[in-house]
């Protein structure tokens, strides 16, 4: 269990390897970075749904400050570590204004891609990336799926998989239902003259 997190309640998940960027104008985000910057840049983004905080999302790391402005607001990058399970949530730091909470890490940070995945993918990179897969280390999980375009509740509900193998049959639905996406893409063009 990891205790009093910084909280930044977003409609995003930041799957791990991913970087997002986000842009922080709200003074008790402000406060966050503030806090998070002198004590090794780790924060919790629980996820947002329908207004509702939900109770897992992404424990992220501070990699770079993009941009200070002169009014306070900040543009920075932020890298996906891991996943976790909100244990206690507060709506108010007893000292600054921001969420936090306590936490547990799932330990996703690092899922092995099985052969049925690997091989969803190399007939989707064929089909719609075309990248040259034989120069490239072999893609990981993480890696996987942000190529494809999941949408932040694809990967909310990504998130709530229990076991590696679990993940690895969600993940290769979601590869086959686009690389199906792109095949009907492709046979309507064959059949159809648009003027």
Same mark, same amino acid.
């Given at each position: ?10 409609g ?7 970087t997002r960027f986000l &842009?922080? !104008? ?12 002198? *004590?090794?840049?780790?924060?919790g983004i629980?996820?947002?749904h ?5 109770q ?16 306070g607001?900040l ?5 996906g570590?891991d996943i976790f ?7 108010? &730091?007893p000292?600054? !204004?921001?969420? !936090? ?5 799932l *330990?996703?940070g690092k899922i ?7 091989d ?9 990336l075309k ?9 990981g !999980?993480y ?5 494809v375009g ?13 076991s590696?193998?679990a993940? *690895?049959?969600?993940?290769t639905? &979601?590869v *086959?239902?686009r690389?199906l996406?792109?095949l009907?893409k492709?046979?309507?063009h064959e ?5």
């Amino acid at each position: 269990m990891e205790e009093n997190i910084p909280f930044f309640p977003l409609g995003i998940v930041v799957l791990p390897g991913e970087t997002r960027f986000l &842009h922080i !104008f709200e003074k008790k985000y402000r406060n966050l970075y503030e806090d998070i910057e002198s *004590n090794g840049g780790y924060f919790g983004i629980p996820f947002i749904h329908t207004g509702n905080v939900e109770q897992a999302g992404s424990l992220v790391k501070l990699e770079k400050v993009l941009v200070k402005y002169p009014n306070g607001e900040l543009d920075i990058a932020v890298k996906g570590v891991d996943i976790f399970n909100i244990l206690k949530y507060y709506d108010e &730091h007893p000292e600054r !204004f921001y969420p !936090f909470g306590n936490l547990e890490l799932l *330990n996703k940070g690092k899922i092995e891609p099985s052969k049925q995945l690997l091989d969803a993918f190399n007939k989707y990179n064929k089909l719609v990336l075309k990248l040259d897969l034989e120069k490239l280390p072999k893609p990981g !999980f993480y890696l996987i799926a942000n190529s494809v375009g999941l949408t932040e509740i694809e990967k909310f509900n990504l998130l709530l998989q229990g076991s590696e193998k679990a993940l *690895n049959t969600t993940m290769t639905n &979601h590869v *086959n239902l686009r690389t199906l996406l792109a095949l009907q893409k492709d046979s309507v063009h064959e059949y159809y003259c648009l003027n």
